[in-house]
């Protein structure tokens, strides 16, 4: 079912928009050549703590393990929700951070400080009952200097997202943002990624529709005022297809072992177009 945000449902997913932001934000000072990529984990779920903010990537339901950290970070060809781990991160990396973190919480009704992520069961019981303002949002990092390959590839990604976003207005299709991205991507030599898309989103992290980052203009489900989107385009410097680790059931990577990057914000569609909620400040926001 689709559901079309009141005021306040967007109000509140504005607030853990903010916070995402500014952990984005800080990431910045975090990765870095020579550090362990471990640290961007410890990153967030030290802020989580601090600012009373629940990491709901934890305890997600998967086919083989639920989930068990408040990040995704994706490696070169690791597409998406590869695990964070202890990898000493190498000039030239480029690294995905991916996560879904709510909005700053009361301490009355819940002491964030005191849970115990490693407890995934534990976590579960909070993060998937949970129903306020949240906020999904992937960045792509450069790790020192890198090639003109992975800047060219970061480059294209992002405007992806823009672009696809841009067509996100009243009376426009689905279909719009797909066709948008895929023209774009194609038209320069990257392969778009089928099989994982962007989303509705509120009052759980994963809400239709579903919003491609291929498809048809002029197709597909008709947008309006109030909806609360994520536009996520995975680019690949070779085919689209991707593989997954049947261990885990979590990681994807390219199936050609070329590189993948992706963007990801979170808006809201009002009647004067498309207002981003997890915007970082210096990028376009509409």
Known sequence: ???????????????????LASIHIGLREVIKPGVDMWAVEEYVRKRCKEENV????????????????????????????AFPRHYILKEGDLLKVDMVLSEPLDKSVLDVSKLNFDNVAEMKTYTQDYKGGLADSCWAYAVGQVSEEVQNLMD?????????????KVGNRIGDIGAAIQDYAESRGYGVVRDLVGHGVGPTMHEEPMVPNYGVAGRGLRLKEGMVLTIEP?????????????????????????????????????????????????????
């Open 1 to 19: 079912m689709i559901t079309l945000k009141s005021a306040r449902e967007i109000e509140a997913m504005d607030r853990a928009g903010d916070f």
């Open 54 to 81: 629940l990491p709901l990537q934890i305890g997600v339901d998967g086919a083989v393990m639920d989930y068990p950290y408040a990040t995704c970070c994706g490696l070169n060809d690791e597409v998406a929700h």
């Open 156 to 168: 294209v990604t992002r405007e992806c997202m823009y672009i696809g976003i841009e067509q996100a």
């Open 234 to 286: 995975m680019i690949n410097t070779g085919t689209w297809e991707i593989d997954t680790d049947m261990k885990t059931g979590w990681a994807h990577k390219t199936l050609d072992g070329g590189l993948s990057c992706q963007y990801e914000h979170q808006f809201v569609i009002t009647k004067d177009g498309p207002v981003i909620l997890t915007s970082q400040g210096e990028e376009r926001t509409y």
